[in-house]
């Protein structure tokens, strides 16, 4: 059973949009932060979108005013709604979770990714 499932990557021409959703496993408890990541080919990964379970929410500067992540039960599931996709959104994308251990030690999880590719 895998911790982080993804889905709702693809192909969409440029100016469209797709919706990512990430689901936690039973196995993930007490989630503080989701994450949306992203790499594309020879580019390091880097954060497009975070929520917390607070509900404060981040964004990269090429991610705002497109992007949008929101979470639901206490953000054991995100979404991430990608409006006006451009071709250098064309990326792997990959949801990170962490969550406080019983021991307080913050721990890591991440999904196996989902391609999202945008033509021009």
């Known amino acids: 059973q895998e911790d982080l499932v993804e889905s709702g990557g693809g192909l969409v021409q440029a100016g469209g949009s797709l919706r990512l959703s990430c689901a936690a496993s039973?196995?993930?408890?007490?989630?503080?932060?989701m994450g949306w990541y992203r790499q594309a080919p020879g580019k390091e990964r880097e954060l497009v979108a975070s929520?917390?379970?607070?509900?404060?929410?981040n964004y990269a500067d090429s991610a705002k005013g497109r992007f949008t992540i929101s979470g639901d039960n206490n953000i054991n599931t995100v979404y991430l709604q990608m409006n006006s996709l451009k071709p250098e959104d064309t990326a792997v994308y990959y949801c990170?979770?962490?969550?406080?251990?019983?021991?307080?030690?913050?721990?890591?999880?991440w999904g196996q990714g989902t391609q999202v590719t945008v033509s021009s």
């Open positions: 990170n979770a962490r969550s406080l251990g019983t021991d307080l030690r913050l721990y890591h999880y």
């Open positions: 039973g196995n993930i408890f007490s989630i503080k932060f």
């Open positions: 929520i917390t379970s607070g509900g404060m929410t």
